[in-house]
């Protein structure tokens, strides 16, 4: 599709079992993209795309690159779940989701880079069994977190973030040793640090 750049509805692509790479070279606005069960899409492209109201990128087994570095904002939740053949999700562009973020059950991914986001309503990961970083440096606020049962997990990288509105959990996280959140000073709800195995120590400088 080299000249579709904007759809004012959702795009979907789903269930094409034929369909080896998803290039959309000049899209630069959607309500939806939605990428779901095409098992032999190794790629997926849309380097204009700087604003969607939801992504879904679900349920791809053989899917390797996504490739989306203009995208600055999402309205809805982001999905990226059950693509067990990619190893590092990176989003270089996006700054503030309004709502959620949730990466759950990529079986081979290693590491989630969101380098420019500032705020979230809701991150969620979970169940990444070879996610070994999850890092957000320029994380300031977020609404509540939930990071569970990624047992590869060893480094958690929030250097600048300040609040939490409601809860924080990481949990079930067996390798990571320590956790330093340096600029942590407001946790409206509560702070669940459970069942991690390997834990053995917690900085929070700054926590009232």
């Excluded at 503030?96 to 500032?118: F, H």
């Amino acid at each position: 599709m080299p000249r579709l750049e904007t759809v004012g509805g959702e795009l979907r692509i789903s269930d094409c079992d034929q369909l080896s790479a998803l290039e959309l070279p000049a899209l630069t606005d959607a309500w939806g993209l939605d990428v779901g069960h095409c098992d032999t899409l190794l790629s997926l492209s849309a380097p204009l795309l700087e604003e969607v109201d939801e992504l879904d990128i679900t349920g791809n087994l053989l899917l390797t690159s996504v490739d989306l570095p203009s995208l600055t904002h999402t309205v809805e939740t982001l999905w990226f779940r059950q693509n067990d053949s990619i190893t590092t999700l990176t989003l270089p562009s996006l700054i503030a989701p309004e709502k959620s973020v949730a990466v759950l059950y990529n079986d081979m991914l290693t590491t989630v880079s969101l380098p420019v986001m500032t705020s979230v309503d809701y991150l969620w990961v979970e169940d990444n069994l070879e996610l070994a970083e999850l890092s957000m440096p320029e994380l300031r606020t977020m609404g509540r977190m939930s990071v569970s049962t990624n047992p590869a997990l060893t480094t958690v990288s929030f250097p600048l973030l300040e609040a939490v509105d409601t809860s924080f959990t990481l949990e079930h996280s067996d390798t990571l040793v320590d956790l330093t959140l340096p600029s942590l000073s407001h946790v409206g709800g509560s702070l669940n640090l459970r069942s991690n195995a390997s834990l053995s120590a917690v900085s929070l400088p700054v926590l009232e």
